[in-house]
C-alpha cells in the first residue's frame, strides 16, 4: 500500500527538481566522485539483488544533483551510479550521505552536484591518463561545468583490485600519485581537494600494501581516510555495507571540510587559479557603494583598525572580491583596503550581506564583491561622467568579463551631504538621477538597488537627507534605516557589530525585492511580462525626470 505513495512522492520531487534546476544550474557546488565498488555502491546488495533500503542521511534533497549517463542534470536518488556502473548491481554508496552531510555543516555551500565516474572491479592502471575511464570521468567533469558551477572536490575510493599481484601493489602509490597530479592538471585546479579512501576490506594478498601506500600519500590538499573497521557485507566480505556508507560520507564530509579550513589559513592557495577561473561564470555579482559606512570603519578609532573580523565576515569559499586591480580574490576584510585608500577601512557590511544571503537562499551560488566605495564622497561627485561614477561603471563591466549577473547595487550615503542646506535639499533629486543613469549605463533597468538610509551625518541637515532617503520613490528600490544602530566614538561610524546588523538587514531587503526560484513555467512567463512593463516605467521615470 506504501508504494503508490512513495511513487507519487518520488514524481514530485522529480518535478520540484526540473524546476529548481533553471535557477540553480550555474551555482553548483561539484564534487567528482570516482573508483571502483565501494565508491559507486554496493550498500544493500546481496547476491545481485539490491534491497532498495535507503537510510535518512541517503535520502534525495532539492539541494542535492546528479550528472545522469546522458550528461543531463537530475534530483540525486539512490542509488546515483544506476546508470554509470552498469555491469553489476549497484546500492547505496558514500555519495549521498556526503553530500546531506555537508549541506548540514555548511548550508552556505549551495546546491550540491554530484558526477558519478566509479566502475567497480577497475584496476588503477584503468585510470591511466589517456585511457577510456580516465576520458569518460575528464569528459562528464566538462559537461558538468558547462553550465556554471565550481568543481569543489573529488572523492577517490579505488584499490581492491590492485591488491592481487605484488606487482600492482608495488606500483600503486606510484600509479595513483601519477593520476591525482594529472587530474589536477587537466582541469587546471593545481590545488583541487582529494578525500580518498584506504581499503576497508581485504580483497587479495597485498591488501595491506596497498593501505600502506594509501596512507602514505603525501599531496598538497589530500587527506585520507581509512575506511579499516567498517562492517562489511556477508558473505563476500568486500563491499561496505549501507551503515558502512552512511558513517564512510560522514568521514568524507569532515576531511573535505578539514581541507577546506587549511586553504582558508593561506589566502594565495585558497583562491588558487583553477578555483576563481571556475566560479567566474556562475557569480551574483553586487556592487558597493557610497561612502565610508559603506566601505567600512567597523573598529576603526584614530585611524587604526583593531584586526577584530566577527564570525560573519570571515572568509567563504562562495565570496569573491574584485580587486583594485580588477582580479577576484577570495574576499578577506576589510573588503574595501585597496579602493578607499586615504583612510585606514576595517569591517562594513559587505561581508556580512554576502554570508546572510547565502545562508538564506543557497541558490544565489558564488557572490562576486565589487566594492567601489570612497569615505567622504558628496553625492554631486557620484554624478554620471565623474571620476567616482566612471569608476564604478568600470569596475561593474570588468565584473562581468568573466561571466556572471550583477544582482544588485548596495548604496551607503549622505553623510557629507548633510554640512549645508543646498546640498540636502538637492540630495532627492541627485540620488535618484544616480539611480536611473546607473542602471540605464548597466543596461539594467530594474536592477534591485537597496540603500541605507543615515545613522549619523557630518552636519546639521541629517534629517533633512534622512527624509530625502526615506521618500525615495523607484521600482525595485528598497531602503533600510540604520538610525539607532551603536556608532564608533566620533559619533559618525557604524561599529563592529552595527556593521554586521546591518549587513543582515541588507540581504533581506535584497531577499525580499527578488522572486522566488521555485518558479513554474507559466509564472516565469508572468515574471517577464512584470519586467518588460518595469522596464517601459523605468524608461518613463528617465524622461520625467530629466524635465525636471
Not at 600519485?177 to 583541487?192: E, G, K, S, T
Not at 593561506?266 to 587559479?273: D, P
Not at 556562475?282 to 561612502?291: D, E
Amino acid at each position: 500500500m506504501l508504494r503508490v505513495p512513495m511513487l507519487i512522492l518520488r514524481v514530485y520531487l522529480v518535478i520540484s527538481a526540473t524546476i529548481y534546476l533553471t535557477d540553480v544550474a550555474a551555482n553548483k557546488s561539484i564534487f567528482i566522485l570516482a573508483g571502483q565498488s565501494n565508491m559507486s555502491g554496493r550498500g544493500g546488495v546481496v547476491n545481485l539483488t539490491w534491497d532498495q533500503f535507503i537510510p535518512r542521511e541517503s535520502s534525495s534533497n532539492p539541494a542535492i544533483l546528479r550528472l545522469a549517463a546522458n550528461l543531463t542534470w537530475e534530483l540525486a536518488i539512490e542509488p546515483i551510479h544506476r546508470d554509470i556502473d552498469v555491469s553489476k548491481v549497484c546500492g547505496v554508496g558514500p555519495g549521498m550521505a556526503f553530500a546531506n552531510s555537508l549541506l548540514k555543516q555548511v548550508p552556505v555551500i549551495g546546491v550540491v552536484g554530484l558526477v558519478p565516474c566509479a566502475i567497480g572491479g577497475t584496476n588503477i592502471n584503468e585510470w591511466v591518463r589517456g585511457g577510456v575511464l580516465y576520458n569518460q570521468m575528464m569528459g562528464r567533469i566538462r559537461v558538468a561545468v558547462k553550465d556554471g558551477g565550481i568543481i569543489r572536490g573529488l572523492l577517490w575510493y579505488q584499490g581492491e583490485s590492485d591488491t592481487l599481484t605484488v606487482e600492482d601493489a608495488r606500483a600503486y602509490n606510484r600509479r595513483l600519485h601519477n593520476f591525482f597530479v594529472d587530474v589536477r592538471a587537466d582541469l587546471h585546479i593545481p590545488h583541487l581537494p582529494i578525500v580518498q579512501v584506504a581499503l576497508a576490506s581485504i580483497s587479495g594478498p597485498y591488501t595491506d600494501m596497498v593501505r600502506e601506500a594509501q596512507l602514505g600519500m603525501k599531496l598538497v590538499n589530500l587527506k585520507t581516510v581509512d575506511a579499516m573497521g567498517l562492517s562489511v557485507q556477508e558473505p563476500e566480505r568486500l563491499h561496505l555495507t549501507t551503515p558502512a556508507q552512511v558513517s564512510l560520507g560522514n568521514m568524507l564530509t569532515n576531511a573535505f571540510l578539514s581541507i577546506n579550513n587549511e586553504m582558508e589559513k593561506n589566502t594565495s592557495q585558497f583562491i588558487g587559479v583553477g578555483t576563481v577561473a571556475n566560479a567566474a561564470p556562475s557569480k551574483s555579482i553586487f556592487l558597493l557603494a557610497g561612502q565610508s559606512n559603506m566601505s567600512g570603519r567597523g573598529g576603526v578609532i584614530n585611524n587604526t583598525w583593531d584586526n577584530y573580523i566577527p564570525p560573519e565576515c570571515t572568509p567563504n569559499l562562495s565570496i569573491l572580491r574584485l580587486s583594485a586591480d580588477l582580479n577576484w580574490q577570495l574576499a578577506t576584510e576589510p573588503l574595501h583596503r585597496d579602493i578607499d585608500t586615504t583612510r585606514a577601512c576595517g569591517i562594513g557590511p559587505g561581508m556580512v550581506f554576502a554570508s546572510s544571503l547565502l545562508q538564506k537562499d543557497s541558490s544565489i551560488g558564488v557572490v562576486g564583491l565589487v566594492p567601489c566605495a570612497v569615505g567622504g564622497t558628496n553625492i554631486s561627485e557620484w554624478a554620471q561622467g565623474g571620476e567616482l561614477y566612471k569608476q564604478l561603471i568600470k569596475r561593474a563591466e570588468a565584473a562581468l568579463e568573466g561571466g556572471g549577473i550583477i544582482r544588485g547595487l548596495l548604496w551607503y550615503q549622505g553623510e557629507s551631504d548633510t554640512v549645508n542646506r543646498e546640498d540636502a535639499e538637492a540630495y532627492k533629486m541627485r540620488l535618484q538621477n544616480f539611480f536611473l543613469h546607473v542602471r540605464a549605463d548597466l543596461l539594467l533597468p530594474v536592477l534591485p538597488v537597496i540603500q541605507v538610509a543615515l545613522a549619523s551625518g557630518e552636519g546639521p541637515y541629517v534629517e533633512m537627507v534622512r527624509e530625502a532617503q526615506l521618500g525615495m520613490d523607484l521600482i525595485n528600490l528598497r531602503t533600510v534605516d540604520a538610525n539607532g544602530l551603536s556608532l564608533e566614538p566620533d559619533g559618525l561610524h557604524l561599529t563592529t557589530p552595527s556593521q554586521v546588523s546591518l549587513g543582515k538587514m541588507l540581504a533581506n531587503a535584497f531577499l525580499q525585492s527578488r522572486p522566488s526560484s521555485l518558479t513554474s513555467n507559466s509564472s516565469s512567463k508572468s515574471q517577464n511580462v512584470v519586467t518588460n512593463l518595469l522596464g517601459m516605467l523605468f524608461f518613463v521615470q528617465i524622461f520625467y525626470y530629466s524635465y525636471l
